[in-house]
């Protein structure tokens, strides 16, 4: 019977002389990518951050290093780190055995980090155009909502701020009256203008009447007291709210004040929840991310231009395409695009509904009213014409004026398409933004161009399915910071993150290409030396080239 061998075990073993952490670290390990990345890296700005003196301090670039790696390993807690740091290998040789604890990784993380970020990644997208492997020359935008770290239920809205503090300055007005009335025994005009109040006025007016000591009277001094301990504190309260709210906001959170109350996507349970979020653009290429913005702002359509504009100041050039989807579509952002001769492809609302059959043939569309643009009318589906009527202005609330003009049918009595054509009453009317008509018409060619067909069917794997890796597969769909620097630090890491990961698997792919062309050449060489060069090895080859 033979008997049964094992290898040698020995947990005790110390070699004579010790092995090299990255004796065990493939050649082709994304660490290793991390590591030459963050060597090149400039960053003159972060070490300009440290101060002398004190204890020796972990260098930044091991840091940067392991945050990186973490990311690009879906480590996004510095306790995580830390564990990692103590436990995998390749953490190890990053590190160069040092063993940062997570205090010390966080304080880097949140401080050091903080307004550097963007730079750093510009560094990183600025080496992948000289790799060739994105140019800027085209930008596939698209934004998502990612929910904030705060509290989802603590909800502040301004239109319940505006109302509490509407009625308790009516009670401030009421208390003050009743204060005045019995130091001056005079009667108010009430039919004057309550002025508006403010916390500040509010207390330079209470120790004018404290100073003057006037108010004498019990019931008064309890008024002047309740004012000044109650009423004040509340109105500071209510001013402070608002203010960090902001006028472009209508809601915020208590835990994160720059979060907004957005509407997410449905749930594991189809409900569609309002909760505290930030919208993420970002712009792609090669599925490579080559910018991002954070906004507060729920909707696209607000994001567009100062996204471009910030782009434009990074990179000191803007590209020369971009494609979006339907949620950029407006006016204002087709202006700007004509405005600074960038060539677009920026979808608007009813554009796909706009190809369909069922669309082009209903009368009731302003779409399909023939337009006669010397005399300037509107035909309606019956024939009669519309004629113009006025001319205004409509400014929404960000200050962008548009200029609309107004038609009218002469008479709709006894019209036999009423009921299709529209359902209001007396004489139908239509309102028309001619210049947003002319701007729709050039998106549309375009659009249905060879080239926005091209741009239309790389838009939907281009931003979205970046997004779909960062929320499904690397699990991050939630901040884990604050604030919206705290934000766009931890979004900004993950960009770096996956666009490493993405450089890691483009050099796989080139490696592995090379390898296949240098045994297809060698095998060349070896089939003409046995075979001979005849016509029809010839023809064997070149049947057999592809593989």
């Avoid at 906004?295 to 590209?319: C, H």
Wanted: hydrophobic fraction near 30%.
């Amino acid at each position: 019977m033979k008997t049964v061998r094992f290898k040698p075990y020995n947990q005790n073993q110390v070699d004579l002389f010790p092995s090299r952490l990255d004796e065990f670290i493939p050649e082709s390990a994304p660490v290793r990518l991390v590591n030459n990345i963050v060597d090149d890296l400039d960053i003159t700005p972060i070490l300009k951050s440290y101060k002398s003196g004190g204890c020796n301090g972990y260098h930044p670039r091991m840091l940067l290093k392991v945050i990186f790696f973490s990311y690009l390993s879906n480590i996004f807690s510095c306790r995580k780190m830390e564990s990692a740091l103590n436990e995998n290998i390749h953490f190890m040789w990053l590190s160069g055995k040092q063993f940062p604890k997570h205090s010390c990784i966080n304080d880097f993380r949140g401080k050091r980090l903080k307004g550097h970020i963007n730079q750093l990644f510009v560094q990183v997208v600025t080496m992948l155009v000289e790799l060739g492997y994105v140019s800027l020359d085209v930008q596939y935008i698209d934004g998502t909502k990612i929910e904030s770290a705060s509290n989802r239920y603590s909800f502040v809205w301004r239109k319940s701020i505006e109302r509490y503090k509407s009625n308790l300055e009516v009670k401030i007005r009421d208390i003050l009256g009743q204060i005045e009335e019995g130091i001056q025994n005079d009667t108010r005009n009430t039919e004057e203008a309550p002025v508006e109040l403010n916390a500040e006025k509010l207390k330079e007016k209470v120790r004018a009447i404290n100073q003057s000591n006037t108010c004498k009277k019990k019931d008064k001094k309890k008024l002047l007291t309740k004012l000044e301990k109650e009423y004040i504190t509340k109105l500071e309260e209510y001013e402070q709210k608002l203010d960090d709210i902001g006028k472009n906001r209508n809601s915020m959170s208590k835990t994160d004040k720059d979060a907004t109350f957005m509407r997410m996507k449905d749930d594991h349970m189809r409900n569609g929840q309002l909760k505290p979020a930030y919208n993420v653009q970002i712009s792609t290429e090669n599925q490579f991310i080559t910018y991002y913005g954070i906004y507060q702002n729920p909707t696209d359509t607000r994001t567009l231009i100062d996204y471009l504009e910030k782009f434009k100041d990074q990179y000191g050039k803007q590209s020369i395409e971009i494609v979006a989807d339907a949620g950029y579509g407006s006016e204002e952002n087709y202006e700007y695009l004509e405005k600074n001769e960038i060539d677009h492809y920026v979808k608007f609302n009813m554009f796909h509904a706009g190809q369909k059959k069922k669309f082009k043939k209903d009368p009731s569309k302003v779409e399909n009213l023939y337009h006669n643009e010397e005399e300037d009318y509107f035909v309606c589906p019956m024939g009669q014409h519309m004629c113009f009527i006025a001319e205004y202005q409509k400014t929404n609330k960000h200050g962008f004026t548009s200029t609309v003009r107004k038609y009218r049918a002469k008479s709709c009595k006894g019209c036999q398409m009423r009921s299709k054509c529209f359902k209001g009453k007396g004489n139908r009317s239509i309102e028309i933004n001619h210049r947003l008509r002319e701007l729709k018409k050039i998106a549309r060619d375009k659009l249905k161009s060879e080239k926005g067909l091209e741009h239309r069917s790389k838009r939907p794997i281009e931003p979205e399915a970046v997004f779909g890796q960062a929320k499904y597969n690397k699990g991050f769909n939630r901040f884990k910071l604050r604030g919206m620097q705290g934000v766009s630090l931890e979004f900004g890491l993950l960009a770096i993150a996956m666009n490493i990961n993405k450089w890691a698997r483009k050099e796989a792919q080139n490696a592995i290409q090379t390898i296949i062309l240098a045994a297809i050449r060698h095998f060349k060489i070896h089939f003409n030396l046995v075979c001979g060069n005849n016509d029809l090895n010839l023809v064997f080859l070149e049947q057999n080239q592809k593989y």
